[in-house]
């Protein structure tokens, strides 16, 4: 039976007791209620949509960014694709039960350490729907209760995607109360949730930065911080000049509106004259803007003067900066003054360039010849991600399953005391 809690507290509340019985259910038991949620959501596909659509019309009223638009769009093919990433979660090795480490001690006493659910996992964040599902999804696969809020711009879609999600937990016979929402309670049930200390064990914020900024500074619940993407890609003297336009143009244009995808391009002074025009022509010819220093503005035409703003800026649209450094020195020297610590590439043919590149660039993900846009749990063959953390305590990177449990130890004994 689904209870109706008349407020934020009481939904975490009930969040809490959920967790008990969540965090025991067997491997089977989740895969079971997985396989349903994914079949939910594909049943109620045409729900989904039609409330999505709502949700777009009130955004594009409101003057909701081009950025956040593409966010909150759920059309049938991206609802379908979140069923099928709910199934590759289902699929994923069961997260809790592993053994860490192992020992017994001199006198005779068994330690085991192993990983265990927190408890009950919470989420801010906006203008995602996506995040709806996936969070909800690795929270339960990780024997985790959940407590999302989801903000007002997709209030309606984040609404029909938890009435499926809970449906079919209750036809599992497992309580839906797994999974609750406080959007329905604005500002104060997200600032209610940053104050569940006790209740909540951790909050995952994703958004802009000011969101996240909000919840890390605010929030008495311990928070993994997932951060803005200001992600480089530097041209080595050395890098193939096909290879440097593909990856570019792919990290940029593919989806712009993302945190992987690239914001400032550093191109080593040797290779300027080689690879700059044939950059910048195929970025413009893909609708980019791109905003470059006095070097890149000699070297191809209609491009913007940067300032200082670009180089700290997370566009998140069809714009990119471009800068021309001396040499790889230089490079790793604006990355980082100017890094997020999110995603940072090299296109180089220099095995020693690319190894110093891979060892003194801090980041959750640094990349040889690669695309940033790479970066996703997804991609990474975690089903889904709960985000990407930027910080280095717990999780670093894309956080799957693995990362939403902690671990306890177990000691067995007989009649052992203490000397």
């Keep these: 039976m689904i209870t109706t809690a008349t407020t934020a507290l009481e939904r975490m509340h009930l969040a ?3 967790s008990r019985s969540v965090g025991l259910l067997s491997d089977q038991e989740k895969r079971d209620a997985l396989a349903a949620i994914a079949t939910a959501i594909e049943v109620a596909c045409d729900d989904i949509v039609a409330a999505n659509v709502e949700d777009l019309d009130r955004g ?18 991206r609802v379908l694709a979140l069923a099928a990433a709910v199934r590759d979660i289902a699929a994923l090795p069961d997260p809790v039960g592993r053994v860490l480490d192992q020992r017994t001690l001199d006198n005779g006493v068994s330690l085991t350490k192993v990983s265990v659910p927190f408890g009950v996992v919470g989420s801010i964040y906006e203008a995602r729907p996506n995040v709806t599902v996936d969070i909800a999804a690795l929270a339960l696969r990780s024997g985790n209760a959940v407590v999302l809020r989801g903000g007002s711009a997709a209030e309606r879609t984040n609404a029909a995607l938890i009435a499926a999600m809970r449906g079919a937990l209750e036809q599992q016979g497992i309580t839906p109360e797994a999974i609750q929402t406080v959007d329905e309670f604005g500002r104060e049930g997200a600032g209610e949730l940053m104050r569940a200390r006790g209740i ?21 619940v311990p928070v993994i911080e997932t951060g803005a993407g200001v992600v480089h890609i530097v041209l ?14 792919n990290a940029k244009v593919q989806r712009p509106s993302v945190c992987n995808s690239v914001e400032t391009v550093l191109v080593i002074r040797d290779a300027a004259e080689r690879v700059i025009p044939e950059i910048v022509g195929a970025l413009q010819r893909d609708g980019v803007t791109v905003h470059g220093d006095p070097s890149v503005q000699a070297l191809a035409s209609d491009v913007v003067p940067a300032d200082e703003s670009d180089w700290e800026a997370e566009y998140l649209s069809l714009d990119i900066a471009m800068r021309v450094v001396e040499d790889l020195d230089e490079a790793l020297a604006h990355i980082r003054q100017y890094s997020t610590k999110h995603t940072e ?30 970066t996703d749990g997804g991609v990474f063959g975690f089903g889904a991600e709960v985000g990407i953390s930027t910080q280095k305590l717990h999780a670093r990177g894309p956080m799957g399953v693995n990362e939403l449990t902690s671990s306890k130890w177990l000691a067995r004994g007989a009649g052992h005391v203490r000397a």
């Design 16 to 18: 809490k007791d959920a």
């Design 60 to 77: 594009r009223a409101a003057g909701l960014s081009d950025a956040l638009q593409d966010r909150l769009r759920l059309d049938r093919t």
């Design 200 to 220: 909540v064990d951790v909050l995952v914020p994703r958004g802009s930065a000011s969101l996240i900024e909000t919840v890390v500074t605010e929030s008495q």
């Design 236 to 249: 080595d003297s050395t890098a193939n000049i096909d290879w440097a336009r593909d990856i570019v143009v």
């Design 345 to 374: 590439s090299i296109i180089t043919a220099s095995e020693a360039h690319a190894e110093r590149f891979l060892a003194e660039v801090d980041a959750a993900v640094v990349m040889v010849n690669s695309s940033t846009r790479f």
